[in-house]
């Protein structure tokens, strides 16, 4: 266990659908990252929140968006789902935005199959 | 913005050395780090290095210079286990996030 917990670990949904996958980051760390990892690909910068505030855009369509609550959890809201947003979805948390020397902490993945 | 480069593919046997590349271009600097990911699991951190030189943790090693915008990972004794895919990472120019490169596969076989 790293530490980060996502839920769910497995979503199947159909085009058009919204969803939406949950991040607890591991305990002191204030920021959370949200990667995509579609087949054969690198981890796909989404989004960063430190603290409850969005400090950072990668490469995050405008049908998706994310929020971090108070608690510091955070939440990914991908909606009018298309076939091409079939992915593993990581969440990631660290104290350092460099990532640092103790690195970032990932969760195990939601695993989004449109169909 | 930020690009890295690194094999795709690399392959060798149990107990060899091998050694995974890294280029990166970035315009603000704050270090390079290493992850290691087996197949469909979550990425896990190996190593940074913010200063020049080789940092030896166990059976991995990284090393950076800085004013080649190179780096790379050294994996020695290989076992099976070590089978997985290597992300190198640098911070964005902002220094917010890591951008990651899109990993080099290492086959180990016996």
């Known amino acids: 266990d790293s530490g980060v917990t996502q839920t769910p670990k497995h979503l199947i949904t159909a085009t058009g659908q919204r969803v939406t996958l949950r991040c607890s980051p591991r305990?002191?760390?204030?920021?959370v990252y949200w990667y995509q990892q579609s087949l054969d690909q690198g981890l796909q910068f989404l989004i960063q929140?430190?603290?409850?505030?969005?400090?950072a855009k990668g490469n995050i369509l405008e049908r998706f968006s994310a929020q971090q609550f108070p608690d510091l959890h955070s939440e990914l809201n991908l909606s009018s789902l298309e076939l091409g947003d079939s992915a593993l979805y990581f969440c990631a948390s660290s104290p350092e935005t460099t990532g640092g020397q103790r690195g970032y902490t990932f969760g195990s993945g939601t695993r989004l199959t449109v169909v | 913005g930020q690009s890295l480069e690194q094999p795709s593919e690399v392959t060798a046997v149990e107990g060899a050395i091998v050694q995974i590349n890294c280029t990166y271009q970035t315009s603000g600097f704050y270090g390079l780090s290493w992850y290691q990911q087996h197949d469909g699991g979550a990425p896990t951190f190996l190593s940074y290095?913010?200063?020049?030189g080789l940092e030896e943790t166990g059976r991995f090693s990284s090393f950076l210079s800085r004013s080649d915008s190179y780096g790379y990972l050294l994996l020695q004794e290989l076992q099976m286990k070590d089978s997985a895919s290597y992300f190198c990472?640098?911070?964005?120019?902002?220094?917010?996030?890591?951008?990651f490169g899109k990993g080099t596969t290492l086959s180990v076989s016996s």
């Open positions: 990472a640098v911070p964005n120019q902002a220094g917010t996030a890591l951008i």
């Open positions: 305990s002191g760390d204030l920021s």
């Open positions: 290095n913010a200063l020049d």
């Open positions: 929140y430190y603290n409850g505030e969005e400090r």
